[in-house]
């Protein structure tokens, strides 16, 4: 009996080391996000917002674009809905994406897919031209260049008078064309201001982490599978504690009747 309940003993104490050991990681992970959440209002956790690029992609965000064009000491941009902006500020529209954008000495030049957007320094609309008006088809660059301002369709250079609206045949060879660039954080913080740029919230990415929604359905029910492994733990952490309590309880009863025996001997 006491060789059988030795190896109960030992035998549920062994699993219960393992399972253990196995989620150790995991419940102390849990209970540092139980943490934060449960103190997410003093911590502010809500108002911080989390723009990084891999995590909008990771919740199924549509990829903002964060670069723009410098024209001269002004950004414009175009974050993907309709709006150009320009210095963070909306001031025309157009289809996305924003192809490219060029400074004249009277205007600023956006060009958007098959739609040419002229503004004036101020931000304020000057006209549009798009294929319906005369602007060649899958026109994909412009740049001002010797005082014309330039633009490509089909591998062609066209050079286009922004007073007159006139575009005629050039022969000139343009080997680089204006190129994207980060946006300044001054300009990406009032993209977020206005809600162009989709933000998640820290207290949002930590529930999900804590609920494993963060991972999807694997990431449920792995939380929930460690959540019964803890079940497990704590059945088999209350029969291990009732086995050596009641071995200690065999252990004084043996040493009770061993007293009574040696006591009843003497008295003989």
């Not at 005369?134 to 008078?161: A, C, M, R, W």
């Not at 000139?172 to 998640?200: A, D, N, R, V, Y």
């Not at 088999?236 to 252990?251: E, P």
């Amino acid at each position: 009996m006491k060789s059988k309940l030795k190896h109960k003993i030992s035998y549920n104490l062994r699993w219960h080391r393992r399972v253990g050991l196995s989620v150790m990681v995991v419940l102390i992970f849990l209970s540092i996000t139980g943490i934060l959440l449960n103190h997410s209002p003093a911590a502010g956790l809500s108002k911080r917002i989390l723009n990084s690029e891999w995590l909008l992609s990771w919740y199924g965000f549509e990829t903002v674009a964060l670069s723009g064009f410098k024209v001269g000491k002004q950004w414009i941009n175009h974050p993907g809905d309709r709006e150009i902006y320009m210095d963070g500020q909306p001031v025309a529209t157009c289809a996305p994406p924003l192809l490219n954008a060029a400074r004249t000495d009277s205007f600023l030049i956006a060009l958007c897919k098959d739609e040419l957007v002229i503004l004036s320094f101020n931000g304020e609309l000057v006209e549009k031209i798009n294929t319906l008006s005369g602007l060649p088809e899958h026109t994909t660059n412009v740049k001002y260049l010797n005082n014309t301002l330039f633009i490509q369709s089909h591998n062609k250079i066209l050079s286009l008078d922004p007073d007159t609206l006139k575009i005629k045949p050039s022969q000139i060879t343009i080997e680089s064309w204006p190129l994207p660039s980060s946006l300044p954080s001054t300009i990406l913080e009032e993209l977020k201001q206005s809600s162009q740029i989709p933000g998640i919230s820290l207290e949002t990415v930590i529930l999900d982490l804590h609920s494993g929604r963060f991972f999807g359905d694997a990431g449920v029910l792995f939380v929930d599978f460690m959540g019964l492994l803890t079940v497990f733990l704590a059945m088999t952490g209350t029969y291990v504690w009732f086995l050596k309590r009641r071995k200690k309880h065999m252990k004084r009863q043996k040493k009770l009747a061993k007293h009574l025996k040696k006591e009843a001997k003497a008295s003989q």
